[in-house]
């Protein structure tokens, strides 16, 4: 007998003996779909996709061991499952610090799942708050030696003038301690902070900033008008230039929407035309706008297959452009070679980063109120604990999968889903669920599907 698994953009035939050895007792956890001849069966609590011929298959029946294994249901996921050598390798350990100095924010962007909560506190950090921060930094730091230890900047928006003193003195810090940073910034104020950046460019320093469009950026700054908006990207982009220029590492994110998923293709070659692309200093990232908490009511939210799907018709995307949009679809995009350098250090199970026990990332705020997830930030009713030492030594790391909900861990698509996100799910389960399977659903038929056929196409060629 011969099956077909996908595996790394390839279809890898496999010849194995017919004998009947397992018994498959029940389809209701596989995504089964026919392709042609051919039989499409997805198991997302194994991770297997494998094509049978219609002829051989028998729904529920007796079949040989090794297809009995790839499709059998699996309650419980194992560490060899998660299959995470090749991050460990490349990654010592690490524990990031990101410090919230104030949510206050020049800016009310449309999609913003932040600045829409209407009982955010805005209230300003204190010398006391800070020093303690800084000061459990290095407590925490001398007892893990052999960790990398990084400190964030998040908001609100971090760079806003008034944060000047509080910014260079974590600067120096960081100086002194050796410890990296990352700030996180709408970028309209990086032409007050030019000097201070390219002066600590040593700390290892990475800017993440946002344009959503070249040319219609405006749309989604819905605080300010069109001039001050178009000057507001024009000043993004030239002080992002004289940054890499500069030697600061800066990666521009677009967050797609049904307003600028067109205009991708022409982002990309702007970025190449204006040599953004050629410095190494420099990467553009492309996410993707959603509403975790339905409070923003945003109307223009796409799926990742819509977004997926413009990439492919794009063709090949240059080194330095990167993805950070794909959830529950993520195993099957590393199936058909999709996933655009995604480099989201999850689980097999995890919905996303913030529910995996891998990332050791703290967000802490004016209060000392410390959140595990970006989309927590600021909402204390979500908070994990208080900043300490003592608790930072209590934290668990979480490790939500499907097996977390009974819901879940009947569902088709569970063991990729995990869930789904765990915030949308504390709000409504129901929607976020429906969501979920319409999203993958709608991945499967633009996006999975297709490639398949694609592939078996070559495989034939391949053999005539």
């Not at 249901?73 to 060899?80: D, G, L, Q, V």
């Not at 004289?242 to 600061?248: M, T």
């Amino acid at each position: 007998m011969l099956i077909e698994e996908i595996s790394n953009g390839k279809l890898n035939v496999i010849e194995i003996d017919d004998k009947p050895d397992m018994y498959l007792s029940s389809l209701d956890h596989l995504i089964i779909k026919p392709l042609g001849e051919k039989i499409c069966v997805i198991n997302s609590y194994t991770n297997k996709c494998i094509l049978l011929n219609q002829s051989d298959w028998n729904g529920c029946g007796k079949y040989p061991k090794i297809i009995g294994e790839a499709l059998e249901y699996k309650s419980n996921i194992t560490e060899c499952d998660i299959s995470l050598d090749k991050f460990f390798n490349n990654r010592s350990k690490s524990t990031s610090f990101v410090i919230a100095l104030s949510y206050a924010c020049n800016f009310k962007c449309t999609y913003c799942y932040q600045q829409h909560n209407d009982k955010l506190r805005k209230n300003k950090i204190t010398k006391e708050n800070l020093d303690y921060i800084l000061n459990t930094i290095i407590e925490y730091k001398n007892e893990h030696k052999s960790e990398g230890i990084s400190i964030e900047l998040f908001g609100g928006e971090p760079l806003l003038p008034e944060n000047h003193d509080d910014i260079i003195k974590i600067f120096d810090f960081c100086f002194e301690n050796e410890i990296s940073v990352g700030i996180t910034t709408n970028g309209a104020f990086l032409g007050y902070y030019l000097k201070e950046l390219v002066i600590y460019r040593g700390l290892n320093m990475h800017i993440f900033t946002t344009v959503d469009s070249i040319f219609d950026n405006e749309a989604t700054r819905c605080e300010i008008n069109k001039n001050i908006a178009n000057k507001h990207t024009n000043s993004i982009l030239e002080n992002t230039k004289l940054l890499i220029d500069n030697g600061v590492k800066v990666s521009i994110a677009a967050n797609i929407d049904k307003h600028n998923i067109n205009q991708i293709g022409e982002m990309i070659n702007f970025y190449e035309q204006e040599g953004f692309l050629n410095n190494e200093k420099f990467s553009f990232v492309i996410g993707r706008v959603d509403d975790r908490f339905y409070e923003t009511n945003y109307k223009d939210i796409l799926s990742e297959a819509d977004i997926l799907k413009k990439l492919g018709e794009l063709g090949e995307i240059p080194e330095h452009v990167f993805a950070s949009f794909i959830r529950a679809p993520y195993e099957l995009c590393n199936k058909i070679g999709l996933s655009y350098r995604q480099n989201e250090l999850k689980g097999l199970g995890n919905y996303c980063w913030a529910v995996a026990p891998y990332e050791n990332v703290f967000y802490v705020d004016s209060d000392l109120d410390t959140f595990r997830c970006t989309y927590t930030v600021g909402r204390k009713e979500l908070s994990e604990f208080k900043f300490s030492l003592e608790n930072l030594k209590k934290y668990k790391k979480p490790n939500r999968t499907f097996k977390d909900n009974k819901k879940c861990s009947t569902c088709k698509i569970g063991g990729y889903c995990g869930g789904g996100c765990e915030q949308s799910a504390r709000i409504n389960f129901n929607k976020q669920c429906e969501i979920e399977k319409e999203y993958f659903e709608d991945f499967l038929n633009k996006i999975f599907y297709p490639k398949i056929n694609e592939l078996r196409k070559d495989l034939i060629s391949d053999t005539l």
